[in-house]
């Protein structure tokens, strides 16, 4: 496994860093430098082209030396739009259009990236720093139309007038915002040209980068630190289209998320992997894949040297190529003072090395949680809010933690989730449903409305959960000693925010799992039900929310463990049971057979592990036992076959 150092370079002080930046690479084992331009620990803000001239000067002379030392010389672009606003006198400010998030209030200091005049600056920055030849231009992830503080998009006077001559008519400011929420056809049509209009503009922003950097040096890498799947959603992103705009003629290349800026548990832990493992499932394998650890504010006090190991481990499993860390902080501190860190970054190598080399040739296996491109052109807005267009995916997360090992493509089981089932082809459907397939309460009614009730038996009324209840755990065969339980349906949150929970009409030849009862206990309705239809698939309906307040607990875990195994026909290749908090990653080559099954305890406990492998499976270790058990954070990595 290869690192690289990111680095932040103060323009008094770089001679005194260079030499300091060359003690750690020989000493830690590092390979690369991304050189940053801005300390985020005093500004966000885009600098004026005179202070970039000044650090392209610094950084041609750091060059030289980091290669008479054989370490790759890279740049990463610290600030192009802005991360986070601020204050700024005059002669700081750039002459452009300024976001302008819900609030309506434009931006002190940071930038809408359709300004052409922006889009100008840019790449004539990109260009200064192109003529210190580096081997990578890396653009951090302020590059969007998002802010880190305004998190739902631009609204300002230029994409207003961008959106307004796509649609034909005039919108301002405030007419946008209002329209892209409005739960109704003309509504979407106008988030729908917001959308477009906002990846157009950024397309052709980092066409202008491309070209700028290329006619200065067309070996030079441009790569992208992306945001994550909900957020690239809500720009209307395709982030293999962007990444290779950026690119140019040459090899793709991108950070994905994966961020774990403190010490973190349970699902926070999982979504270190899993967020990482879902932008990686939206790209080609042709992308170079440049993970990031990054231990925001850069201090062992809301960051343990354990924790950022585990996230390097994490990171080497989800699928990196490379690891960048940004785990020092950005004040020119000397590295030596953070002595501990150091040892980390060079004594945890061997172990990535290893679990790199074990992982090398599998893909992540498991339930399939699909992902369509084209949701948030359909989501829908009952409450008129903004954070009802960020799609909504806590089951990445919730599954593993249940014991089920998941993957973001299409196997054997799936879970088809909300307006997924609109964006699936009619094709694509009914193969789903020739398989074994999880519905959630929304993709179950958008399945009816295409007309395929009958493949999962039941069909849409329109009736909702409308009071306060529970879902009572029906059976033994499913349940086993928690039959009779009760779970919260958490209605009296979830109708605040407008979430609907349907009330399905289910075919008598539906087995039935639960039931949502009202606070004097009384049937409201069915809850889960599986079917198996005319294709010879089998169909689970959940009805209720996918979230943790109605799945972190041991009685769901038991439950969605036999569901899934009857979904496979008794051939899902493993589980683990009834062990609170240990989330298993699988990983599996298609061709040999070859397995690799990681078990991250994710809590404080020293947790208790029992397997439950397919009948396909075979553990390759020695002297293995089937329970075991974890320490706090403890991740293991089993070798496995397919028989």
């Not at 090992?405 to 909300?418: A, I, M, Y």
């Not at 009730?453 to 928690?482: T, W």
């Not at 080559?589 to 592990?609: H, I, M, P, S, Y």
């Amino acid at each position: 496994m290869n690192y690289i150092l990111r680095a932040v370079i103060h323009e008094d002080q770089w001679e005194r860093q260079l030499e300091d930046i060359i003690w750690v690479c020989h000493e830690a084992g590092i390979e690369e430098v991304y050189l940053k331009e801005q300390c985020h620990q005093i500004l966000m803000s885009p600098f004026p082209m005179e202070k970039h001239r000044r650090m392209a000067e610094i950084y041609g002379k750091m060059a030289e030396r980091l290669r008479e030392e054989r370490i790759t010389y890279s740049i990463n672009l610290a600030t192009s739009v802005g991360h986070v606003d601020c204050r700024l006198k005059d002669k700081d400010l750039l002459p452009y259009g300024k976001f302008t998030g819900e609030s309506l209030q434009p931006a002190d200091s940071v930038y809408c990236i359709l300004d052409e005049g922006w889009q100008n600056y840019i790449a004539s920055v990109c260009a200064v720093y192109a003529s210190t030849h580096p081997t990578v231009l890396m653009v951090d992830d302020d590059f969007r139309s998002l802010n880190h503080s305004a998190a739902f998009g631009c609204f300002c006077p230029i994409h207003a007038k961008a959106v307004s001559e796509k649609l034909g008519r005039e919108l301002d400011s405030g007419q946008l915002l209002a329209a892209v929420t409005r739960n109704s056809e003309e509504g979407r049509s106008v988030r729908r040209a917001w959308l477009e209009v906002n990846f157009e503009g950024q397309k052709k922003a980092a066409a202008g980068i491309e070209q700028a950097v290329h006619r200065v040096d067309p070996a030079i890498r441009i790569g992208l630190m992306n945001s994550g799947e909900a957020a690239h959603a809500l720009q209307g992103r395709d982030m293999e289209t962007l990444l290779r705009t950026f690119a140019g003629a040459n090899r793709p290349l991108s950070r994905p998320l994966g961020g774990a800026y403190s010490d973190c548990l349970h699902q926070d832990l999982v979504a270190v992997h899993q967020g990482m493992a879902l932008s990686m499932a939206q790209l080609s394998p042709e992308v170079e894949i440049i993970s990031e650890v990054e231990n925001w504010p850069h201090t062992r006090f809301t960051k343990s040297l354990n924790m950022t190991g585990l996230q390097m481990e994490l990171h080497t499993l989800a699928g990196a190529d490379k690891i960048s860390l940004n785990v020092f902080d950005f004040m020119a501190t000397p590295y030596v003072q953070e002595k501990p860190m150091v040892e980390l970054i060079r004594d945890r190598k061997p172990e990535l090395d290893k679990a790199a080399e074990l992982r090398k040739g599998k893909a992540q296996d498991g339930l399939g949680l699909l992902w369509y491109p084209g949701q948030e052109n359909l989501l829908e807005t009952p409450g008129g809010r903004l954070d009802e267009l960020i799609i909504k995916r806590e089951f990445d997360t919730l599954f593993p933690m249940l014991g089920i090992p998941v993957c973001f493509e299409e196997r054997e089981v799936n879970l088809l989730s909300g307006v997924n089932a609109l964006c699936c082809s009619r094709e694509e459907l009914i193969r789903l449903l020739g398989k074994g397939l999880i519905l959630d309460g929304d993709a179950a009614r958008y399945v009816c409305r295409r007309g395929l009730g009958s493949y999962i038996g039941c069909d849409d009324m329109g009736d909702e959960l409308n009071s306060p209840s529970a879902e009572l755990l029906c059976g033994e065969e499913f349940h086993g000693i928690f039959a009779g339980n009760l779970l919260p349906t958490d209605w009296l949150r979830l109708e605040y925010k407008k979430i609907r929970v349907p009330l399905l009409q289910y075919d008598s030849a539906c087995r039935v799992l639960t039931k949502f009862v009202d606070k004097d206990k009384n049937v409201l309705g069915n809850g889960i039900t599986l079917y198996e239809n005319r294709l010879g698939g089998r169909v689970c309906v959940i009805p209720g929310y996918i979230g943790t307040w109605q799945f972190a607990y041991r009685s769901r875990s038991w439950q969605m463990m036999r569901i899934v195994d009857w979904l496979s026909k008794g051939e899902f290749p493993v589980l683990v049971e009834d062990s609170p908090n240990i989330a298993p990653l699988y990983y599996l080559d298609r061709k040999t057979g070859e397995g690799l099954l990681a078990l991250v305890n994710t809590g404080l406990d020293k947790q208790r592990v029992c397997l439950r492998c397919g009948p396909k499976l075979c553990i390759c270790e020695d002297d293995m036992e089937e329970v075991y058990r974890l320490e706090p954070l403890e991740l293991r990595m089993i070798r496995t076959c397919i028989k």
